[in-house]
């Protein structure tokens, strides 16, 4: 799967000419300075509230627990792998947004939809791998739901709440977002996301300002690991540069799911005039979650020195001794909770969407809605369930979905940068065009289901 995701991503961005770094300021300007602006075209979101119901999949407890394992595992410079990484990163997930608003449709509801389940049917003309992916990533998504649970019902409990009540709470929140569509999670996650991202990161930073002496000793601690091998230091066991490779791209393809072709799903019901105008949006999600969120992670971690006090054995606890040192052990503790929590919860709200929307393009939109209520039965599992052999089987799963994903991503990119080529030709859509005007795009047909 690394082999998979980074050389195709790489293939991809060679492809399309490395347009991520050559356009990135009017990227910027596209997304950040756009998300309040009012977007014309067809859809059924806003641009934004895609991009935040996308990303609440994507920033997940993992962004806080997961970067400090990658750093005691491969040491600093597994930092810059994850960085190198979420560029290629960037021009997968593009491609993708871009070819889940290229093929979408409208459903029974009158949505749009859209997702590998769409385009690797009918854009790679192969019904088998969009069946394959679909299929799988509907299966995974269920155990997958149960382990978040169990994640949040953790958390609660450390702060005296049973598992089953926290469960219980949950299920009640999740159905009665995910119960309003599309519409009602867009609303939800363009308020909760930044709101929880502003809290990570804005105590992050007072972290790293108490710190501010140890930043550069930081960054130099990144740049040197990344190409030399690092021996030990107090809790750190020490590292060669395969393993700083490997853990730091592992964290950067995982960090920000370019590649598993989630975030077409929830994308596609944009409003927008052009498919690529919709893709920048998929390289701001990558930006925020590993340009971001996990960078925070990063730099608490190796500004305040846990990187060396905490074994790696307990290294998913780094960030919250990070902040303890700096705010105290309740309140340390309570804004590593709290966040956790909230990551969480926006992480299972959308993949129950998600999960529906694959039942959908399966089978029906009936047959959609009926996976929402297995999806809250899960939650509920989670907090009373055996979850090891869920455990033993995620990665299999994962690996039916970006295997034929990433296939079609490939096999589709000549239409990615023919559209990226457009785009980018035509005054209207990107004025410092050349004056040569080449004929705008224009949406294909909805095609209604039968």
Request: proline share 4%.
């Amino acid at each position: 799967m690394l082999a998979l995701l980074v050389g195709g991503g790489l293939y991809i961005s060679i492809n399309l000419g490395f347009f991520q770094i050559r356009y990135l300021p009017f990227i910027l300007k596209q997304t950040f300075g756009q998300i309040f602006s009012k977007q014309e075209g067809e859809g059924t979101i806003s641009p934004f509230q895609a991009a935040t119901s996308a990303l609440a999949s994507s920033i997940g407890a993992s962004n806080i627990v997961g970067v400090p394992v990658a750093i005691a595992m491969g040491g600093p410079g597994a930092v810059l792998w994850m960085w190198l990484t979420s560029i290629i990163g960037q021009a997968t997930k593009f491609s993708e947004v871009v070819l889940g608003i290229r093929y979408r449709e409208k459903n029974q509801d009158g949505e749009f939809v859209g997702g590998p389940a769409y385009y690797l049917r009918k854009g790679l003309k192969s019904p088998f791998l969009a069946v394959m992916c679909s299929f799988a990533f509907m299966i995974e998504i269920v155990p997958s739901i149960s382990t978040q649970s169990l994640s949040i019902c953790q958390t609660a409990e450390t702060i005296g709440i049973p598992k089953l009540a926290t469960g219980i709470v949950v299920t009640i929140l999740v159905a009665l977002i995910v119960f309003g569509g599309i519409t009602r999670i867009g609303k939800v996650t363009e308020k909760l996301v930044p709101f929880m991202a502003l809290i990570f990161t804005g105590c992050s930073l007072i972290v790293i300002g108490v710190n501010i002496v140890n930043v550069p000793h930081a960054l130099v601690l990144i740049f040197q690991g990344a190409v030399t091998p690092m021996s030990a230091v107090g809790g750190f066991t020490g590292s060669d540069i395969a393993q700083t490779m490997r853990w730091g791209i592992a964290r950067g393809l995982y960090s920000n799911e370019a590649g598993m072709g989630s975030a077409p799903y929830a994308h596609s019901a944009a409003i927008t005039d052009h498919p690529v105008r919709q893709g920048f949006w998929g390289v701001f999600e990558v930006i925020v979650v590993t340009g971001i969120v996990c960078t925070m992670t990063a730099l608490v971690v190796l500004t305040s020195g846990v990187w060396t006090q905490v074994k790696s054995e307990d290294a998913a606890s780094m960030a919250s001794v990070a902040f303890q040192s700096v705010f105290g052990e309740t309140l340390g503790g309570g804004i590593v909770s709290i966040c956790m929590l909230l990551f969480v919860l926006s992480t299972v709200i959308v993949i129950v969407f998600y999960c529906e929307k694959q039942a959908e393009a399966l089978f029906n939109s009936t047959v959609g809605k009926v996976m929402r209520v297995v999806c809250l039965a899960a939650i509920i599992y989670g907090t009373i369930g055996d979850l090891s052999l869920l455990f033993s089987i995620l990665d299999i799963l994962l690996a039916c979905v970006v295997f034929p994903n990433m296939i079609g991503v490939i096999g589709m990119n000549k239409e990615v940068k023919a559209l990226k080529n457009e785009f980018f030709s035509d005054p209207q859509f990107y004025p410092a065009a050349k004056a040569r005007r080449v004929p705008a795009f224009k949406p294909q047909e909805i095609h209604q289901p039968k």
